[in-house]
């Protein structure tokens, strides 16, 4: 009887240490966990990439420079238990300017926003648009198009002739 109970007592064991290695092998962690609080000390046109840095008690995990010499900073915190069954994840996204000062916060994912700094987020939010509008709007024709005097609008007549040159050679065709 002894024996019996040591190989239930060992299978029992054995049982919980693979439960407690699957459960491990379930968890992950991306990025570093950073203090949202320190949000309410960046101040635009003031506060460094670095102070800002100091105030979030972390380096961001992404950096991306931008055509007009700014900068992009992405602070990103995720751990999941389970495979995505059970997750936390936190992140900001703050503009930087040419001058290397704070700009504003262009995006934020579970981060509770003080009144001042939700004023800064919807500000940003405003200029993206702003930004996305303006790029996407064509550009004026150069020349108005001539009017007659009825005031209706005509549209220049386009002709497009016969290339010059020797034509192009046809497909070659797959044998088959």
Do not use: K
Not at 130 to 137: G, L, T
Request: aromatic share 6%.
């Amino acid at each position: 009887m002894v024996c019996f109970g040591r190989r239930v007592a060992r299978m029992v064991m054995l049982g919980m240490l693979g439960a407690c290695g699957l459960a491990l092998a379930a968890c992950s962690v991306t990025g570093h966990p950073f203090q949202a609080s320190g949000l309410d000390r960046l101040v635009p046109g003031q506060t460094t990439l670095m102070q800002a840095s100091e105030a979030l008690n972390a380096a961001p995990a992404q950096q991306w420079p931008q055509t007009d010499g700014g900068l992009l900073a992405r602070w990103a915190y995720r751990r999941s238990l389970s495979t995505d069954a059970l997750y936390f994840r936190q992140a900001v996204l703050l503009r930087f300017g040419p001058d290397g000062t704070f700009q504003s916060i262009e995006d934020t994912v579970n981060i509770p926003l003080a009144p001042s700094i939700q004023a800064l987020a919807r500000r940003a939010q405003q200029d993206q648009a702003a930004r996305y509008r303006a790029a996407s709007v064509p550009p004026s024709p150069a020349v108005p198009p001539a009017a007659d005097p009825s005031g209706r609008i005509q549209l220049e007549e386009i002709v497009i002739g016969q290339p010059s040159g020797p034509a192009p050679a046809p497909w070659p065709r797959s044998p088959g």
